[in-house]
């Protein structure tokens, strides 16, 4: 059946009639929504949004992340022919998953942006679906976190990173993507006690209370350990992951703005996401994907895969 809708099947994104199921048309043509899922700004009926947040005013070194959606969305085309691996069930054929496209924003007016964001995830969630959100630079988490938090409460988060991302900024006219989740704590947006940070290997004496699982820590031990050290921590809390790329080392993800050496290697993080199934996850985002500086596609491949791990993280818990 794969053979033959091969030979028929073009831009699904526009065309498929039914929102589940996988897609067959060539990996190098069509228009390149997520994982060949159907764009839609109509939710109805549909339980999880994949959305693009092309948003890149707020890095501190390497700009460029603004295109990591287009990007992201082009590398899933090479697995929308077969279920994720390893995970036993098949989220595209169990679940109608929309790609909701990206969001709209004045660049010239970077100070309305958080709250532009906001609306938009408020948007999706008042049609009944969760959102994933493919950044752009990691100050987007901010926004969306704070509207999960109106709609789940103080959220458990589980952040993977080479940096904290929680450098101290009480300025709260201030968009930046290395202290957002400092705001996000002095905001109670996150439950400081059930919320742990994996893959870091940069500097911030003041952890401001967060459980963290630094890179060192993930090569000494094993991904199995860890992601049991994880789930002991958020427990059954609601659950918002998001997940920057330069966690990755820049040998499997150049395509960064601010790459750190020592990170995981894409088996660990596949490992560490794979057996953290069963978490109350509610939503996630997979930001920090630079395309000029990911000349193979490497780093928008692994942001594609992480992006597809998080949709069966929020799928594992509610499949038939």
């Known amino acids: 059946m794969a053979l033959e809708d091969a030979k028929t099947e073009v831009d699904t994104a526009i065309t ?6 996988l897609s067959y048309e060539n990996a190098f043509g069509g228009a390149t929504s997520f994982l060949r899922r159907r764009y839609t700004k109509d939710l109805a009926g549909y339980d999880l949004a994949v959305t693009g947040v092309p948003f890149d005013q707020a890095v501190t070194h390497r700009p460029g992340t603004r295109f990591g959606p287009r990007a992201i969305r082009e590398a899933s085309t090479l697995q929308a022919f ?5 995970w036993g069930f098949d989220p595209l054929s169990d679940f109608s998953i929309a790609d909701y496209g990206d969001l709209a924003f004045d660049y010239a007016r970077p100070a309305e942006f ?4 906001a609306a938009h995830i408020r948007g999706i969630h008042d049609q009944g679906a969760a959102v994933i959100a493919l950044g752009g630079d990691h100050s987007i988490s901010h926004p969306i976190l704070r509207a999960h ?3 789940f409460g103080p959220l458990a988060l589980i952040h993977f990173d080479a ?4 450098w101290a900024d009480d300025d709260t006219g201030r968009i930046d993507h290395g202290t957002m989740f ?3 704590v002095k905001e109670g947006v996150i439950d400081v006690a059930h919320s742990v940070q994996v893959g870091l290997r940069t500097t911030n004496a003041d952890t401001l209370g967060l459980h963290i699982i630094d890179a060192f820590d993930v090569h000494e031990t094993s991904p199995r350990a860890v992601a049991e050290k994880v789930r002991s921590i958020v427990e059954d809390r609601p659950v918002y992951v998001s997940f920057d790329i330069d966690c990755l080392d820049p040998a499997y993800a150049p395509g960064t703005g601010t790459p750190v050496w020592g990170g995981l290697s894409s088996a660990q993080a ?3 996401l794979r057996r953290l199934a069963g978490i109350n996850m509610v939503g996630g985002d997979v930001v920090e994907v630079s395309p000029p500086y990911d000349t193979a ?3 928008a491949v692994a942001g594609a895969h992480v992006a597809t791990e998080l949709i069966c993280l929020w799928a594992w818990p509610r499949r038939r």
Do not use: F, N
């Open 114 to 117: 958080p709250e532009t964001l």
């Open 16 to 21: 498929r009639r039914d929102a589940r199921g």
């Open 82 to 86: 077969d279920p994720p691996y390893g």
């Open 270 to 272: 596949a490992i560490i």
């Open 182 to 184: 400092y705001k996000a």
């Open 149 to 151: 938090a109106e709609r």
């Open 163 to 166: 940096h904290s991302d929680t």
């Open 297 to 299: 596609g490497i780093t």
